[in-house]
């Protein structure tokens, strides 16, 4: 267990990078505080895998220190890490049986055989797969391939961190549930630290403390569940979680008000300096009411999802969706108006203080 | 519901029938034919029933042959097998030494059968062969005309070139198969390099291993054109290998008979070998 700070790190898969565009992870510089569970959430290709593979140490990266409790491990091969990672497809040592399998990373350091047995009863008993333990690992579902996995990742109980390159992919939605559950559980239990790739929402939500948005090779915010959903720091952000996300809506500022259009919307405060810079308004659909007063919309569809209902809007000629209660209806000369607590103002995609 | 017989579906199965029974069940009865008879010429037989039979069973020039084959496929087995995962671990994965690599290996592959036994033929020569001349040169007295050892270790030599590379592209591809994912949870796990190769590359490599031996073990159970331009069976019949051995019965003393019992032990030989192997491999495969 430990805290492991990230100084500064940058890489490229290129030899030569000279330009922005040409690192897939542009700077990262943060620390993982020991004992939490962090998400790391994003879309494909955002540099989420090349995070976890230099904190592994699968990869090196090309600029900037990675440390261990203080403890400077960049030059470090994986072994002597000691890490555990668990990988998006199932691996298996397939001529092993499952007791075997995860006894493997134990016996390879040394571990004492009556140490490594009560080890492996213990984890066979956290996953599950007690019934299993004397079957080869060959021939089994992937579900259960990806459990031994994971129970590989769990099996050592000194290691530094577990990370987990979205290990649910090929689960089945009920145990993806199930699973997740099961690690939280762990988590509480044993303290490690745990990073755990995802670009699934939902997951990161409900697996993490703090969830870290990465977006084209950077970390765009860092925060709690509510933070990320009530102050998105990036419009990025605000559009990649909720759904559906949030509504960006171009405005130009004059101070506590917003000017969108024809319409004229109040602000909770004035925004700092924003001179030159392309101002926006983002508003979460959960915080628009429909009704007979405010702004003027025209309605385009209605999507009823069962619980709610989505509705596509068009306000000055912008998009806009609004969350509506299943038992609420459509008023006919449709209004919106936007509430005070969900309103967030962004200068070139980044949220702006609102003073006062 | 009454089902609906259509007898004319036999004329699609015809063709397919016709070309098996010319190529393959005409020219084999033709062999069973001769197997069970005896002939003084003149397109006269006379019924000898399994006489051919019992007296190649029991002829020691049949038991020493296929001693030879038997000691031949083993040893040939024994080197290209193991040699060939070896080659294959260690060639490139990505970069330009794949192709380089891969044509490299295909080249032995790609010439006649005869050319390789000719190529190995001036090879060893002691009076012109570049191998044979440098070897006596430096002090080995080498001369696989003369004796039966060097001869031996000369077809050997030539088998292993000529088919090593076979070993090496199946385990190859067997290799290039393995998601990085799979090196990358073993350098987590710590496992040391003959750990990744025991438990993770020698598994993924085991169907095409399978076919590798297969393929290995019935070529040179069968092998002829090499060693019979190289040695021609000799020095003495140190070299004579079944098929060579064959060919001497049936076009050399024109024993028809005999050679026809041989010749349908021989492949019963190489059929039940086969079969054995493939059932003890694919047997350790479902338990390993």
């Known amino acids: ?356 | 519901m009454e089902k609906s017989w259509n007898n004319k579906a036999w004329f699609l199965v015809l063709p397919v029938l016709l070309l098996v029974a010319f190529s393959a069940i005409i020219p084999l009865m033709t062999v069973v034919n001769y197997s069970v008879q005896d002939t003084f010429g003149n397109n006269q037989f006379f019924w000898a029933g399994t006489d051919w039979f019992s007296d190649v069973l029991s002829s020691s020039r049949f038991h020493d042959a296929l001693l030879r084959n038997l000691a031949f496929s083993a040893i040939i087995l024994l080197i290209e097998v193991p040699l060939g995962i070896f080659i294959a671990l260690n060639m490139p994965r990505k970069g330009l030494g794949v192709p380089f690599c891969l044509v490299f290996m295909s080249l032995p592959l790609l010439i006649p059968w005869n050319v390789v036994g000719t190529i190995w033929q001036v090879f060893g020569r002691v009076d012109i062969g570049l191998l044979g001349y440098t070897l006596n040169a430096i002090g080995v007295d080498y001369n696989y005309v003369s004796d039966p050892f060097d001869a031996w270790v000369t077809v050997i030599v030539m088998d292993v070139w000529h088919w090593t590379s076979l070993v090496v592209l199946l385990c190859y591809a067997g290799l290039v198969s393995i998601p990085d994912a799979y090196y990358q949870a073993a350098k987590i796990d710590g496992a040391s390099r003959f750990s990744v190769f025991r438990y993770i590359q020698l598994p993924k490599m085991n169907r095409v291993l399978l076919i590798a031996v297969l393929l290995r073990f019935m070529d040179s159970f069968m092998i002829y054109t090499e060693p019979f331009v190289v040695t021609g069976g000799g020095p003495g019949n140190a070299t004579t290998f079944l098929s060579i051995d064959l060919v001497k019965t049936a076009i050399g003393q024109f024993d028809l008979g005999p050679a026809a019992a041989m010749s349908l032990i021989y492949f019963l030989i190489v059929l039940l070998l086969s079969w054995v192997f493939y059932t003890v491999m694919i047997t350790n495969d479902a338990k390993g």
């Open chain 1, 1 to 356: 267990m430990a805290r492991i700070d990230l100084d500064h790190i940058r890489h490229a898969y290129l030899p030569n990078p000279s330009r922005d565009e040409d690192y897939a992870l542009r700077e990262v510089h943060h620390s993982w505080e020991d004992g939490g569970a962090y998400a790391l959430l994003g879309p494909s290709g955002c540099g989420k895998t090349t995070l976890l593979n230099i904190i592994s140490g699968l990869l090196t990266p090309s600029e900037g220190r990675i440390l261990f409790d203080g403890q400077d491990v960049t030059g470090l091969q994986p072994e002597e890490r000691n890490i555990a990672q668990v990988f998006q497809f199932p691996v298996v040592y397939d001529t092993m049986t499952v007791a075997d399998n995860l006894a493997f990373p134990l016996r390879n350091r040394g571990m004492a055989e009556a140490d490594v047995q009560r080890r492996v009863a213990e984890v066979l008993e956290m996953i599950d797969l007690g019934a299993i333990a004397h079957r080869k690992a060959r021939g089994l579902t992937a579900d259960l391939k990806q459990k031994i996995s994971l129970g590989r990742g769990l099996v050592r109980a000194d290691v530094n961190a577990i990370l987990f390159d979205e290990p649910l992919t090929v689960i089945d939605p009920h145990m993806k549930w199930q699973l997740r559950s099961q690690l939280k559980l762990l988590h509480r239990s044993f303290g490690h630290t745990m990073v755990y790739v995802t670009h699934d929402q939902t997951e990161a939500l409900t697996f993490a403390d703090k969830v870290v948005v990465m977006y084209g090779g950077e970390i765009v915010q860092i925060g709690t569940p509510q933070e990320l959903f009530e102050r998105p720091s990036h419009t990025f952000v605000g559009y990649f979680i909720g759904s559906p996300g949030m509504n960006v809506l171009p405005v130009t500022l004059e101070g506590a008000r917003a000017q969108l259009g024809g319409q004229s919307i109040a602000l909770p405060g004035a925004a700092g300096s924003t001179e030159g810079k392309r101002t926006e308004l983002g508003i979460r659909p959960e915080y628009i009411q429909l009704g007979s007063a405010g702004m003027p919309v025209s309605i385009r569809a209605i999507e009823d999802i069962g619980r709610h209902k989505i509705v596509r809007a068009v306000i000055e000629g912008h998009e806009l969706a609004i969350v509506l209660g299943e038992d609420t209806s459509v008023p006919a000369d449709p209004h919106v108006t936007f509430d005070h607590a969900g309103i967030n103002i962004y200068a070139d995609d980044w949220r702006v203080k609102l003073g006062g």
